[in-house]
């Protein structure tokens, strides 16, 4: 579940205007540039309306006029855009191997993608959350030192997430009950702003959803291998009853395979998990002691797939089979149109995707077309990208910035 720690203000969510403002700033999302005509006759708002709302949104710098005119019968008129100058929402991600930070403005562009190697579960969680803070203090630096105005903050993590932003457990980090949303607010001195704690998988579906080849897709999933899975459902994120659904890491999918952290056998995630896939490809990885980056062993395994070495060729086949039947009972249960391949089974797509597409042909039930599995073009960023994004969502409801 989504938590906001919100700093206390009205919220005026019964009010028409909060609405229609939301409305005008999504049809300029999806459609700009466009005229005051264009949003009155798109949003079924009067002229009037929309005149008195675009005044207010320029005002708070949610939008601008681009001095662009559309030639049309009659008067020119002035083209806006969302503008993305004054404000940004930040999104991190603690990864079991990375800390990972990204902005976006409100115009969707990216401010900013940093990624720092961190051993999580070597480091526990105190110390997590100093470097997490040392980062985002940075990225809030680079951001305000440019003119602009956080909005919010939203971190993603490989784990379920209760309302008060806690995560109850997170093996990938070794986490047990750490407070994040308290810990990282106090870390920051109370920064001013939103900050949310949100799994990691629905936050890299939101990024799909919003930015991804695929935007807009109203049924969509998002696997990385990790124990959650993202799910767009009739266009909404499925959270389930206590905000826990998606996790999929240890559907059993080979009742002899190898032992999976859970304790039993031949879980997804023991087969085509990040640590799992380095393990079995690479054997000498782990030789000088455990792997504490996963990014440059990924790219030895691109590396030698693309020299055609045997072994790994081989090894990447049989995890797209093995990866292609989670994939089967993905599909037979939430009938997607679209499954995407985010983290390391993105890098890896080139090798696995034949062999996931063959295995969904083969053994799903629902009738053709079957649902496209194409890798994420977000990269390993995805989930960070989703929190910045999703630290935008009060404004984006049509909520003014404070500022
Ligand atoms: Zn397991």
Same mark, same amino acid.
């Given at each position: 579940?989504?938590?906001?720690?919100?700093?206390?203000?009205?919220?005026?969510?019964?009010?028409?205007?909060?609405?229609?403002?939301?409305?005008?700033?999504?049809?300029?999302?999806?459609?700009?540039?466009?005229?005051?005509?264009?949003?009155?006759?798109?949003?079924?708002?009067?002229?009037?309306?929309?005149?008195?709302?675009?005044?207010?949104?320029?005002?708070?710098?949610?939008?601008?006029?681009?001095?662009?005119?559309?030639?049309?019968?009659?008067?020119?008129?002035?083209?806006?855009?969302?503008?993305?100058?004054?404000?940004?929402?930040?999104?991190?991600?603690?990864g079991a191997d990375e800390?990972?930070?990204?902005?976006?403005?409100? &115009?969707?562009? =990216? %401010?900013?993608?940093?990624? $720092?190697?961190?051993?999580?579960? @070597?480091? +526990?969680?105190?110390?997590? *959350?100093?470097?997490?803070?040392?980062?985002?203090?940075? &990225?809030?630096? =680079? %951001?305000?030192?440019?003119? $602009?105005?956080?909005?919010?903050? @939203?971190? +993603?993590?490989?784990?379920? *997430?209760?309302?008060?932003?806690?995560?109850?457990?997170?093996?990938a980090?070794?986490?047990?009950?750490?407070?994040?949303?308290?810990?990282?607010?106090?870390?920051?001195?109370?920064?001013?702003?939103?900050?949310?704690?949100?799994?990691?998988?629905?936050?890299?579906?939101?990024?799909?959803?919003?930015?991804?080849?695929?935007?807009?897709?109203?049924?969509?999933?998002?696997l990385t291998g990790g124990?959650?899975?993202?799910?767009?459902?009739?266009?909404?994120?499925?959270?389930?009853?206590?905000?826990?659904?998606?996790?999929?890491g240890?559907?059993?999918v080979l009742?002899?395979g190898p032992a999976c952290g859970?304790?039993?056998r031949g879980c997804l995630a023991a087969l085509v998990g990040v640590d799992a896939v380095v393990r079995r490809l690479l054997p000498d990885a782990a030789q000088d002691g455990p792997v504490t980056d996963h990014l440059p062993e990924i790219e030895r395994i691109q590396a030698l797939a693309r020299a055609g070495d045997d072994p790994v060729r081989t090894g990447l086949t049989e995890v797209g089979r093995q990866l292609g039947r989670a994939?089967?009972?993905?599909?037979?249960?939430?009938?997607?149109?679209?499954?995407?391949l985010g983290g390391h089974l993105a890098a890896l797509a080139p090798w696995l995707l034949p062999a996931v597409?063959a295995e969904?042909?083969?053994?799903?039930?629902?009738?053709?077309?079957?649902?496209?599995?194409?890798a994420?073009?977000?990269?390993s960023?995805?989930?960070?990208?989703?929190?910045?994004?999703?630290?935008?969502?009060?404004?984006?409801?049509?909520?003014?910035?404070?500022?």
């Amino acid at each position: 579940m989504i938590s906001i720690d919100r700093p206390s203000r009205t919220a005026d969510l019964g009010d028409v205007r909060v609405a229609n403002r939301a409305a005008v700033l999504r049809h300029l999302r999806l459609h700009a540039p466009c005229s005051r005509a264009d949003v009155a006759a798109r949003t079924g708002l009067n002229k009037a309306t929309v005149s008195s709302l675009v005044g207010e949104l320029i005002e708070h710098g949610l939008l601008r006029e681009t001095g662009l005119t559309e030639n049309r019968v009659g008067r020119p008129a002035t083209m806006l855009v969302l503008d993305g100058s004054r404000y940004a929402g930040l999104g991190l991600r603690i990864g079991a191997d990375e800390l990972v930070v990204v902005a976006v403005d409100l &115009a969707g562009e =990216r %401010v900013l993608t940093w990624r $720092r190697a961190f051993a999580t579960a @070597t480091a +526990g969680p105190d110390e997590t *959350v100093a470097a997490l803070a040392a980062l985002a203090r940075r &990225a809030i630096n =680079r %951001v305000t030192g440019a003119g $602009r105005t956080v909005l919010g903050l @939203t971190v +993603g993590v490989p784990g379920p *997430v209760d309302g008060d932003g806690v995560v109850p457990a997170a093996p990938a980090l070794g986490w047990r009950n750490v407070p994040l949303a308290a810990a990282l607010r106090r870390a920051l001195r109370d920064p001013g702003f939103p900050i949310g704690v949100d799994t990691d998988a629905n936050l890299a579906v939101s990024a799909e959803l919003r930015h991804g080849p695929y935007a807009g897709t109203a049924d969509l999933v998002h696997l990385t291998g990790g124990p959650t899975v993202g799910v767009v459902s009739g266009g909404r994120l499925l959270r389930g009853g206590r905000g826990f659904a998606g996790e999929i890491g240890h559907l059993p999918v080979l009742p002899d395979g190898p032992a999976c952290g859970c304790g039993r056998r031949g879980c997804l995630a023991a087969l085509v998990g990040v640590d799992a896939v380095v393990r079995r490809l690479l054997p000498d990885a782990a030789q000088d002691g455990p792997v504490t980056d996963h990014l440059p062993e990924i790219e030895r395994i691109q590396a030698l797939a693309r020299a055609g070495d045997d072994p790994v060729r081989t090894g990447l086949t049989e995890v797209g089979r093995q990866l292609g039947r989670a994939v089967c009972v993905l599909v037979d249960l939430l009938d997607p149109e679209v499954v995407v391949l985010g983290g390391h089974l993105a890098a890896l797509a080139p090798w696995l995707l034949p062999a996931v597409r063959a295995e969904l042909a083969d053994r799903t039930l629902t009738p053709p077309p079957v649902a496209q599995v194409e890798a994420s073009t977000l990269g390993s960023e995805a989930s960070a990208l989703g929190g910045a994004t999703a630290a935008l969502a009060t404004v984006e409801a049509g909520h003014l910035p404070a500022a």
